[in-house]
């Protein structure tokens, strides 16, 4: 599934990492100065980071599958890659919707109208 979900947004070769906490915390200090373990990581080298237990917490507490979330991060990542940005509303807005796009492609719903729901 990480496959189809990276070809579905990569245009080049992608490695997915998967993590745990402790590597997550330490990639994230050493590449974004922050003492926690992030979701995603995307190096420009082609490599996205994964870290599991965060997505799993993340996805229990927005009443998400962990693989929808995992799909969404994998797409998040790799669209990094392609040089989208989140830093500007703009820009934010024109990647969630390609990445709405993409995941809908794959048989994923849309992942910020489940976040939406559950916080409702």
């Not at 990569?10 to 997550?24: D, N, P, Q, Y």
């Not at 820009?91 to 719903?109: C, K, N, S, Y």
Request: hydrophobic fraction near 40%; aromatic fraction near 4%.
């Amino acid at each position: 599934m990480l496959r189809k979900w990276a070809r579905a947004a990569a245009r080049s070769e992608v490695i997915l990492r998967i993590v745990g906490e402790r590597e997550g915390r330490r990639l994230n200090r050493a590449y974004r100065r922050r003492n926690r373990a992030t979701n995603v990581l995307t190096f420009h080298t082609g490599d996205v980071v994964l870290c599991h237990p965060v997505i799993r917490r993340e996805a229990r507490a927005q009443g998400k599958s962990v693989a929808a979330h995992y799909a969404h991060l994998v797409v998040h990542g790799c669209l990094h890659l392609r040089g989208y940005d989140h830093e500007k509303t703009r820009d934010a807005a024109r990647m969630e919707a390609r990445e709405i796009a993409i995941l809908r492609r794959v048989g994923i719903r849309d992942p910020y109208a489940v976040e939406s729901t559950r916080q409702a």
